[in-house]
């Protein structure tokens, strides 16, 4: 048999296209979706997609998440996060130009004021300049918050300093000047002028005021000065820092503060705290940024000028004399018979006869003999009224030029002496707020001259009300020898409304205001030998329709009055038929009617009144009582007032 018959393809077979016609020992391949070892790689492949795809998912998840917190984070950080903004110190310390200095005093920046406005308001002065080098500070500023005895005169361009012994004077531009009688000089000049506005060198101001100061030239030109003494509140800086221009994160930062430097604090806000650097910024600090607040006390060493006083050893029982002519001074024995314990009497003898600083005077020698055999001393009066001039601008006309005052005060002095007064009682009552520096000067030099020829010198003033606070009586009662308040005109000829001429909360008030200023030793406290009846109508439709708008038109009646003393007035009222009851407020007696078409009202001064005035003058210890004035009196206050006096 053939082998290859036997061996030939199988019937339908063909020869080599069968599986036996393979390669020796290669596996045949298995149709595609067929055998569960091929779904396994299936499905193996397909969850690593899945898990590839997951990730994905999870990945950009994340990163979108990121940037969402980064935008977050971003936008907090923008609207809660400190910023680095610095801020505009020029703008800060109000500088404008090159020579401008900021000017930092007890902790406070000193800003422009409109009031020290230069020529009617054109131009704000800068607080400080520097000028050669040399630091100086605006006059204003000098006056109202570092020493109030230096005085600028602009009309004669001259600055003075009053001592107890003299003046202290300066002229633009000069190095030198006059300590009262001795010439000095210095290395600097001492007083540079802008206009009318003054500059005053800062080591000439500390030459004659308990301060302390320090200069920086970077980053702004700056005088701290240190002025007020006593205790300060300071703490330690915890870490280092940055004092912002107000509390809060977002505040520009004004300078930068190291750990332990020492800060002064000026006002708690809680999470800030105000407070002051040494080297002048005033801002804020987070509050926990600051430890070791304690409580300091700040003293330094400086004489202080002292004014020698004449003080009498008694309490002092005076009594105005209204002098309006010469032939008043001839009853003077007549006038001072009926008095018991008087101790001085004031004639109103001298007057501010013009502008120029020319005096008229009504002195006597004669009136001034009588009154001390009588054991009276004289203390003549000059008024800046009922004399040759009589408003608030004339007597500001007199008193703004110093070469006026000094005519002034060497007139007075030399009539006094050539009558051999023992004082002089100072009653100026037309002093506006703006004349208020240049009558202070006044009375200072006045007091000068007065303790150098040993006069008595004394200074009316009306209570003491925030509207008359420029007469100074704080720095009269360092001056002068005695301060006398008027303690009466609480409702006067010129009032809206019938009133008390002086009621005892009047009296009261005056008096325990003036204390914070005055020792009690100095003070003395006039009360009045005067009333006033008021005459009370209703105004028409006329005259409320010409008021319109006016304080006036506020009230419905009109009031007239007049003047009366003791004895006169109670007189009208037992003509009148009226019946007087006490009024417990005014702690007066008060009466009414009606005539005339109108009411008349009436708060008297009688003994009764009188007491109670004395009950509170003896009770505050004052140095006397002074009356207005004499010749209006009842006979038998005199026993009444020795009760409280002597």
Known sequence: ?????????????????????????????RP????????????????????????????WTIFILLIIAAAGGFVFWKKYGPSNERADLNEYYELETEDDAAVVINDQVIRREPSAAVDGGAEQPSPGKVI???????????????NKRFYWDPNENVLLYTLPGGSVSVEVGSKEYTDITEKKSEEYVILKTEGRTAYIALPFIQAYTNMEYAVYDKPVQRAV????????????????????YQGGVKSPILTDVKKSDKVTVLEDEDDWMKVGTEDGFVGYIRTGDLRDAETETLSREFEEPVYTNISKDY??????????NTDANSYILETIAGTKGLTTIAPTWFSLSDTEGNVSSLADPDYVN??????????????????????????????????????????????????????????????????????????????V???????????????????????????????????????????????????????????????????????????????????????????????????????????PDKVTSYAYGMDEAAEIVSAAGAQTAWDDAAKQNYAQWEADGGVYKIWLEDNQSLEEKLKVIKANDLAGVAEWSLGMENSGVWDLILQYVN
């Open 449 to 555: 001259k007065c303790r150098q020829n040993g006069l008595v010198f004394s200074v009316d003033n009306y209570v003491p009300q925030p509207y008359n606070a420029h007469y100074d009586i704080e720095e009269q009662g360092a001056v002068a020898d005695y301060v006398m308040i008027m303690g009466y005109d609480e409702h006067t000829d010129g009032s809206y409304q019938a009133g008390s001429v002086a009621s005892i909360g009047y009296l009261e008030d005056g008096i325990t205001e003036a204390l914070r200023s005055v020792p009690a030793e100095k003070l003395v406290a006039g009360i009045p030998f005067f009333t006033r009846l008021w005459f009370e109508t209703p105004k028409t439709e006329d005259e409320l329709a010409a008021e319109a708008g006016t304080e006036a038109a506020s009230y």
């Open 32 to 59: 595609e979706g067929g055998g569960p070892d091929r779904k396994r790689r299936l499905g193996r492949r397909s969850s690593r997609a899945r898990r590839r795809r997951r990730n994905a998912v999870i990945r």
């Open 132 to 146: 050669d080098g040399q630091y100086y500070i605006e006059y204003s500023v000098v006056r109202d918050r570092i």
């Open 225 to 244: 000065i240190r002025s007020e003494w006593g205790e300060i509140q300071t703490a330690a800086v915890k870490r280092d820092t940055q004092v912002r």
């Open 315 to 324: 309490t002092i029982n005076m009594a105005w004399h209204n002098v309006s």
């Open 1 to 29: 048999m053939d082998k290859r018959g036997r061996r030939g393809a199988a019937p339908g077979r063909t020869g080599t296209g069968g599986a036996e016609g393979r390669h020796p020992g290669r596996k045949a391949r």
């Open 370 to 447: 009588y009154a001390h055999q009588s054991n009276l001393e004289v203390w003549a009066v000059l008024r800046d009224f009922h004399g040759g001039i009589n408003s608030y601008d004339e007597t500001f006309e007199v008193l703004s030029y110093t070469s006026k005052r000094t005519k002034v005060i060497n007139q007075v002095i030399a009539e006094a002496l050539q009558s051999g007064v023992d004082g002089i009682n100072l009653d100026f009552e037309l002093v506006s707020a703006e004349c208020g520096e240049h009558y202070v000067q006044f009375v200072r030099e006045l007091s």
